[in-house]
């Protein structure tokens, strides 16, 4: 696991879009493994600016996002389609057909979770898994106590989870209670990963995630045992961590 500290939140975030460009640039009918939150919507500005240059094409890419709330329809206001959709889907060239998340409406969330698993699958793999982290040190909706060796499935979200994405919601009550989400394996099976994480509130996980026991009590722990896994940091994120584990960052591939 390569761990890159950057000057702040707009470097992480201009630091990614490049990895995605160029991943792009390699190989134009690539298959991105995207995420939500608010860690990513800069990133998401940034590639909808280079495609808007001229600079950037999703015309040939496929995209496969890593969860979505159980019992919400793609048009809710609180979904992850949503969020997407408005985000980066509509404002770049993706085909329609060739952007998947779960279905969180889905009568049998439990068959979606499995078929989300194979659609993947038969996608042949996803070529860059990008993702934020918890405040509990979750990646996806893996929430604590997670299988290093799970797949796509539907799991209850957090108390910590629940209120940190309650303002995205008009009430408490609003919240939902689970999601559907790609699995720790699935995540792994990616031929690349990239973790973002910016600001103070993330540098226990952090600091967890790099330098504490790799097992389910802190999923991303998990990526350490990825061999092309990148982590992107603020100096705010990265405050706990040991310097001697830290890459410098050079500023030749920017």
Same mark, same amino acid.
């Given at each position: 696991m390569n761990i890159l500290i950057l000057? =702040?939140?707009? %470097?992480? %975030?201009?630091r990614a879009a490049g990895i995605v460009a160029r991943t792009l640039q390699a190989k134009p009918d690539a298959v991105l493994g995207l995420a939500t939150g608010g860690t990513m &919507? +800069?990133?998401? $500005?940034?590639?909808?600016?280079?495609?808007?240059?001229? =600079?950037?094409?999703?015309?040939?890419a496929a995209s496969f996002n890593l969860d979505e709330y159980v019992g919400l329809s793609r048009d809710h206001p609180g979904s992850y389609h949503r969020a997407m959709e408005t985000a980066?889907? %509509? &404002?770049? =060239?993706?085909? +329609?057909?060739a952007t998947h998340l779960p279905r969180g409406d889905a009568p049998d969330p439990m068959a979606e979770a499995v078929a989300y698993e194979t659609r993947i699958t038969a996608a042949g793999g996803i070529d860059l898994q990008l993702m934020g982290i918890g405040i509990n040190?979750?990646?996806?909706?893996n929430e604590p106590g997670s299988a290093l060796t799970s797949q796509s499935r539907v799991?209850?979200?957090?108390?910590?989870?629940?209120?940190?994405n309650r303002r995205y919601f008009d009430r408490d009550a609003d919240v939902p209670t689970q999601a559907i989400t790609m699995g720790i394996a699935t995540i792994l099976s990616a031929r690349a990963c990239l973790l973002l994480a910016t600001g103070a509130a993330k540098? &226990?996980?952090?600091?967890?995630m790099a330098m504490g026991e790799i097992g389910p009590a802190c999923p991303a722990s998990a990526l350490r045992l990825h061999g092309d896994g990148t982590v992107l940091l603020d100096p705010a994120a990265a405050a706990l961590l040991d310097p %001697?584990?830290?890459?410098?960052? =050079? $500023?030749?591939?920017g």
């Open positions: 000057p =702040d939140a707009a %470097a992480v %975030a201009a &919507q +800069p990133v998401y $500005a940034e590639l909808v600016r280079r495609h808007r240059s001229g =600079d950037l094409s999703f015309a040939r980066l889907f %509509a &404002q770049t =060239d993706f085909r +329609p057909h040190g979750h990646i996806g909706f799991v209850p979200l957090a108390p910590e989870t629940r209120a940190a540098a &226990q996980a952090v600091a967890t %001697a584990i830290v890459a410098t960052m =050079d $500023a030749a591939h």
